[in-house]
């Protein structure tokens, strides 16, 4: 059966069509077919009009595997000799990550077919407003909303003159009439149609109505001896306006600042065997160093022994001990802003050992320790590179913002990012964290204020606290705050 044709449906089953088939971003056909199929293996569910549509569907659906955000495009291709060219931008845009719905005109029909669109877009392809298979619920509609943007590749000069003064005679000009998506223009036409005073009435139109154009570029005609400006742009450039208007660069409120972060425990060595160290996981650092790389800053992460993987455009410097941590981070400066998240071990033993310490007869070998440097006191008191923001971090298991009020006093720096690193709280190691940001308000006469956030993952505290970087060091705020 190459199609279905479905009459006299109530309402209610109409509207669960309706729901069920734009949750699943499918075709109200393809939806019917789809709950054939569940009928015919048993997995019959009720039709209710606003019953959730299943978690599992015997349709094949596109998976993906990208970590960019979904999107989906309703291609309208218009009639010209350049239509052509609209079916490598089909697989230009999935190549994005970019599903592909397409409405060819009749014109368009003359140039590429409905079966070449619909294998390169794996989708139906939509050519007819008074189709009985789609307008009994009113396709143009869906494929005028159902989408986050509409192409139109080619836009021949009769597709903008209808689009320019509202006409709706066919598919292509009902969806286009009825959308409130965006809208990106390919132009395609002879020069001379390009620069006919009417065409350049309707360009100026278009655009003040905020319809978006991409060329057309300059160049040879399909005509023998014409050349000018009237050529399609290429296939990837089209894709890569579109990507641009469905995912817009994400703002860079640190670009140009250069941010040191630590990271991680220290080791300290007793002997070529043994060491003092710490539970620190580096989980929290690296997420920081990520968001701040994210937000357009040059990120330099000293990181003592994790199990992570580097952040991508982030320069890591690998260290062992405290004093070599110290050596990498006075090394690194001048820096605009220093985030000590390293969990540095506080004490090492006066003399390592050269050789593996054994057990004797007498016991114990004595282990004397002496205090590591304070990197963080060392840093915030400079006189010369001091980073003008200067941020510690405080895990603590009692008396938590006490005691991490003391530590902004006794350090020197300008904010303490406290947390309670209690073992029933799971932070050390784990993937969670509770965080309480403490800094003085230079409005209040350098009064201690306490903003406490909420409970989430590492990367949300990352991305909070470079947010709340960003507003500090340039005024503005850097990303959309989370709610507390």
């Known amino acids: 059966m190459a199609s279905l044709t479905i009459r006299k449906l ?10 069920r088939s734009a949750k699943n971003r499918r075709s109200v056909e393809e939806e019917v077919r789809v709950i054939l199929r569940e009928l ?9 009009p606003f019953s959730a ?23 309208i291709i ?26 060819l005109t009749k014109a368009a029909q003359q140039f590429v077919t409905p079966l070449a669109a619909s294998a390169l877009s794996h989708e139906r392809v939509y050519t007819d407003l008074f189709d009985p298979q789609s307008e009994f619920d009113a396709g143009h509609i869906r494929l005028a909303r159902d989408c986050d943007l509409i192409v139109v590749a080619p836009a021949t000069a009769d597709l903008m003159a209808k689009m320019a003064n509202g006409h709706a005679d066919d598919l292509a000009s009902a969806i286009l009439l009825a959308t409130n998506r965006k809208v990106l223009l390919a132009p395609a036409m002879n020069p001379l149609m390009w620069n006919n005073a009417a065409t350049r009435r309707n360009v100026t139109q278009l655009q003040r109505d905020g319809v978006v154009l991409i060329g057309p570029n300059s160049g040879e005609m399909a005509e023998a001896g014409e050349a000018g400006i009237g050529r399609m742009s290429e296939a990837i450039e089209i894709a890569t306006a579109a990507e641009r208007l469905l995912r817009p660069p994400v703002p860079k409120p640190l670009a ?6 630590t990271a991680g425990p220290t080791h300290e060595p ?40 580097d952040p991508q455009g982030v320069t890591v410097k690998h260290v062992e001990s405290a004093r070599q941590m110290l050596e990498q981070v006075q090394a690194s400066l001048p820096a605009d802003i220093a985030i000590f998240a390293a969990a540095v071990a506080d004490w090492r033993v006066a003399s390592e050992g050269e050789q593996k310490l054994k057990k004797t007869s007498a016991g114990m070998p ?10 963080l006191a060392t840093i915030s008191k400079l006189t010369d590179q001091r980073p003008p923001l200067v941020i510690g971090f405080a895990a603590e298991t009692e008396h938590l913002i006490d005691n991490a009020k003391s530590k902004l006093a006794r350090k020197g720096c300008d904010w303490i990012v406290a947390n309670d690193v209690s073992p029933a709280t799971g932070v050390m190691g784990g993937d969670r964290n509770t965080v309480h940001l403490i800094s003085k308000n230079a409005e209040k006469n350098g009064e201690i204020t306490v903003d406490s956030w909420p409970v989430m993952t590492k990367e949300q505290v990352a991305v909070e606290l470079v947010a709340h970087i960003a507003e500090s060091v340039t005024g503005k705020s850097g990303s959309p705050h989370l709610e507390h």
């Open 10 to 19: 109530d309402e209610h089953v109409k509207t669960y069509l309706r729901l």
């Open 40 to 48: 015919i293996g048993g997995r019959e569910e009720p039709l209710t």
């Open 53 to 75: 549509p299943p978690a599992a569907s015997a349709a094949p659906t596109l998976q993906r595997t990208s970590a960019l955000p979904e999107a989906s495009v309703t291609l």
């Open 78 to 103: 218009g009639g010209g000799i350049a239509a052509y060219k609209s079916l490598d931008l089909i697989r230009r845009l999935k190549e994005r990550r970019i599903e592909v719905r397409c409405v």
């Open 256 to 261: 140009g600042k250069r941010v040191l972060i």
């Open 270 to 309: 007793i002997d070529p065997v043994r060491y003092i160290a710490n539970r620190s996981s580096g989980k929290q650092g690296f997420a920081i160093a990520a968001a701040a790389q994210a937000a357009g800053a040059e990120v330099i992460l000293v990181s003592g022994p994790v199990d992570l993987d």
């Open 366 to 375: 004595p282990l004397q320790l002496v205090e590591n440097p304070d990197i």
